[in-house]
């Protein structure tokens, strides 16, 4: 009952203090909305909104092909995707990428349309970028290349016929070699129209999109914050316990005959009342001012319990490591960032083009890691096996973390 | 027939790894009576009342609350205690109110009692009016009369005070005097922290003097100032810097003890009348140019100096 | 000379905890190094950086085999085959991560590709690693439409030959099988090949090395990010100086006020050089980045940097009534900067009206200025930009903050 009561004022001032509501409530949902700020660009739509990519082309080519690539680019159908310059002359396309006014320039070569219909013959279009960007000039080279492939596969086919039937002692006629492009374009473009070859799933069998939908990127930004957060949380309200040693209140506990045991019962109340108070808002908010989709409900509450349990107990065992304030303030500001992070990393392998898959065992090393795994588990439906998992390993981290925590308060107050 | 003993401390050590703050205490404290633990900063006076109140353990002996051990019965002890931390020890974010309903609550007090002790409790405190504010708002003088008020909550026999005028104007410091008396009036048990000699007389039916760590003296005020005898304490100050120029005093007629700083000396003496042309004497001798005289009946201030060879507030 | 003493002072104090030397020094170092090591720059496969995909052939013909042949060939896949595995054991590798991704080819996969119909392909991967599965899809529908085209040569081939001769079917299967292997070696090297150039590369050396050098973000990122953590330190003295009334104490020795300002100004900014420095040098020697190829742009960007972040702790100090509150007006700028300015995830990523109000932020330019320079080597001719605005938000925070200054 005193525990309680404990907890209760705990929460009360908790709830006065500005710098609480900060760190619990606005950094998180800050952060989220700058990312669906960053990712959305303010726009109402879920898909990730990319400005058309400013490319130079260059075209010394002699034939009609890169006529025929300028055409295409330069419709309606690649308007929301490319903005495309052609270039008087090669300096001129290399300078704009220079000065940053393009991202891409694309040098057809002279002999392109002579390659392309003349087998036997080699040359190469050069994609010059801007070395800071990754992206635009990515989906150029894939377009070039998806472009240059079908060019290339209709010569390989006439090469492959015409040597074959050489071999034989036949010469293959105009008309058939033409018959042969035609019904290799006819075929290949048949195949895309059927749509995509390759599609992605994620471990859980869901459909992932092209460009994977805001509103998942935003669950992982705001699931790994609301953890970070709430392992914050949890650092702050055993903090409290400093606090009042400093203030003396503390003190005048012990000499209202309440036992030590009961003091830090009721911190460690507090701290999961706060975080759970947490939990539930932000899932909430995220929920329904950025749409996220948290996986099922009987899941999310079972991952809310467990990590409002593993926040509170680290916050006891971190703090109960400080002598003072000024120690319990490094370990807030540093420790629980270094942990937090590292725990979260996961979500930073989003933007990675080479992600580490190591990192995903590393995370493990902190509690946040555990609890991170959860909830990304949750979300993306994965096996039960692998959800409950990460439940069970977050609980007994948790603890043996509590235990730690609890007995060095204890010993500290005997 | 004895009256009934409230506190009883029994050959109390506590060390602090080489610091010996406190050794071998012993002192009984009757139940009903205002008792005054008197002594300069630094001789114990806190550690032990920390003893007394379950917040440190002794390293050795124990002290007893009404025949409950604060060892082996910590926590009845304790119900019998109510303890005034020397700094203000209140949650300055929440309102006085609020304040008094958490503190009921550690002292184990709960709904419609709870509820008429914080009232009560406001009215004797006087912050009535201003029980909704934030004490981060309230005066010093406030702060400290609600320290009090958080004590007393749970009604209990003895009220341990740790020098709880530290610092306070003068009128504040008045309220919290006359408080304690109405306390005693009720039958409260006071045992009370000073260095002010004044409030310890003023208030104490006993007092014990203590210096590193050791009760030096004990007794009433007036069983005190008989050590001291009729001797008259006499403070002379001096135009320059004395360098031991009044080593040899002492033996002038009527002198009991001289002790001295850089430009003032105190001197005990039998009969104040008699030794003043003496000292007035001796002083032109040694070319030293008296600024100021001043002389005290015999008083708590002299006892100690007796004792100790120094002036309590040093 | 008093304004040179009080920063002193100031800096002392700020040395004198240890916790300084964590959030300057030690936290950048370490989250740099994080960083690095989930975009792959460290702890993997330095040999073989190619993502690992797990690959189970159902469908075991020619056509399947000739695709795991031509994923081993990849520059971003690598196939793994363990005959043990099935489906699902792929799936569960996937989410441990010991794959980054999974591939079934179903049965039937090589029927449908010779009859003109490539069936569509699912690829398992984990939905967080949203770029690099743009980069599996991309290399993965590569192949597969190379491997399609293989496939259509050889049919074409065979078909425009059976219209002038007639084959046996042994003759057509040897026909056929002839064809597929001319095919695929002239796709080994195709008629038009697409060839990547860089600015500022000299080398093709140079160019591979940009190309996977996973700290040109994250070092200048985590140099942003914590020149402002760095400032809680610093705006919390000047609270403390408020509350302590060492303020008052310090007006009244007739010391002007801009000259306290200026004080803990250049205090604060000798601070962020500094920590700025060990960071470029740690990035210089350890991380192979070119920071002081072009020195005096990398300094000049520094002295900058440090100033905008020096002028913005002064703000934050004149803001802040408590060190509480100090910290929280730190940490918001550096979210909202850092995650605004694009130290953690590259502005390319976002739209064009987001970057523009990116750059309304300090952490937007100094992002610019140190990758132009280490990306593209570019020296004081490309710097002086982001120089010359990152001296406008210092005066702009410095002006700001002086303005909002409560001397007593």
Redesign the interface.
Known sequence: MKALDIAIKDLRQSFRSFFAIAFMFVLPILITGLFAFIFGGGSEESEISFEPIPVQVYNQDRGEFGEILLTIWGSDAFSDLIALTVAEDEAGARQAVDEKQAEVAILLPAEFTETVVNPGRYTGIELYQDPTLTLGPGIMKSLVTQFVDALNGSNITAMVANQQAGERGYTLTQEQNEALSLAYYSAVSASAQQGTLVNLESPGGEQQEENAGIKSILGFIMGGMMIFYAYFTGAYASNTILTEEENGTLERLFGTATAPHVIITGKLLAAALMIFVQLVVLTAFGRLVFGIQWGALGLLLVFVLVTTIGAASFGMFAISLAKDRKQAGVIMGAGITVTGMLGMSGTFMLSSPTPNAAIDRITLLVPQGWANRALLAIMEGLSPERIWLSILGLLVYSAVLVVLGFVRFQKRFA | MAKELAIEIKDLHRYYQDIKAVQGVSLQIEAGTVFSLLGPNGAGKSTTISVI???LRPTEGDAEIFGKSIISQ??QA??H?G?V?Q????????TGR?NLA??G????LRGAKLEARIGEILEIIELTDRQKDKVEKYSGGMKRRLNIG?ALLHQPDIVIMDEPTVGIDPQSRRKILESVKALNEQGMTVLYTTHYMEEAQELSDRIAIMDHGKVIAEGTHNELVRIVGELDRVELTFGAEIDGKLDNWSQLPGIKSVTTDTTAAALLVDDSDQALPHLFEAAARDHLKIISVAVYEPNLETVFLHLTGRALRE | MRIYHLALKDLKQLFKSWQTAFFLLLMPIAFTLLFGFIFGGIGGDAEDPRLLIGVMDLDKSEHSQALIQMLEESETLRPIINADYTAETYRKQVEIGDLHAALVLPAGFGEALTAGEPLPLTVVADQKAMVANQAVRADLATIYSRLFGIVLSASLSQETFQQIAALSPEEQDAYYQQALELASSLWESPPVTVLSSYTGAESEAQADALEQNAFIHSSPGMMAQFAIAGLIGSAEILVAERKSRALSRMLTTGFPRMGILVGHFLAMSAVIVLQLLVLAVFGQLFLDLPYFDRPTATLLLIVVSAMVNGALGLLIGALAKSSDTAVVFALVPMFVFSGLGGAWTPLEYTSKSVQFVAHFTPVAWMMDGFKDILARGAGLETVWLPVVVLLGFTALFFSLGAWRFKFE
């Open positions: 109140s379950g917040l910590a926590n304790k119900q205690i303890v931390p700094e203000v020890a209140l949650y300055q974010d929440l609020e958490f503190w609550k550690m002292y184990g958080v």
